[in-house]
């Protein structure tokens, strides 16, 4: 029976790993959240990775201050060999007390939520304009060790998973947000290294787009690529390698 080897991620470089948030990306902004002003509108744009999310899971909350909207939303179980659903929920707000959120946009697509926050001033001599979060060049983004996703309140909080299946399978299921669901792929080289990549592009405010790529498995020298079974969506690609 041929024999299928899962590979866990592995930093990129010496270093460690290109971003701490995801295992597979090699370049673009790192981080969780993205999060900034919009200079002609003054308004202020947030961006979540909640890889598998549902649009219609997703709920914005203004909390009753009115400087900071709570985010949740639902990512299910796609496969009978997901280990579980995942539901997301995160708290951002403004830096000061001085302005309030008064209208919210949002966006989800690909496995992201953006959110356009407007704010009005109630205090005519405030300037601040950013908000609380994530700060996508925190050092801390950077190293050997790949940060479980802050903003999961149930299932896995990781970029990966991979499950022995009977008769010598294999289920992947790797997070890549933002990659719509035809612009992955998957190939087989000739020494059996089962590679995924995947191009997410900006869109709305987006300060740049990601690339990722990694290999997941090893399988046999003159392995058919088509035996395996591919689902992407959400920004999750699952894979079932057949023996």
Known sequence: MPIIIPMAPKPQYQSGFYATNNPYQMNGLKGFTEFKSIEET?????????PGIKKESVITLLEPSENSVTVTGEAPKES??????RKYRTTAGLSCDCCVISNIQ????????????SKKKMNLYCSANTIRGYNPEDPALTGPIILPHPSVSEGSMS??????????GLFLRIDMPGVPKDSFVVAVDGDGYVTVMGRAPATMH???GRHYVGKVAIVPRGYDGRQIKVNAKDGVVRLVIRP
């Open 42 to 50: 003054n308004d202020l744009y947030l961006k979540l990775d909640f």
């Open 80 to 85: 009978k060999h997901d280990s579980s659903h």
């Open 106 to 117: 949002c966006v989800v697509e690909d496995g992201v939520v953006r959110l356009i926050l």
């Open 159 to 168: 970029a990966y998973e991979s499950k022995r299946l009977s008769k010598g």
């Open 206 to 208: 987006d300060l740049s």
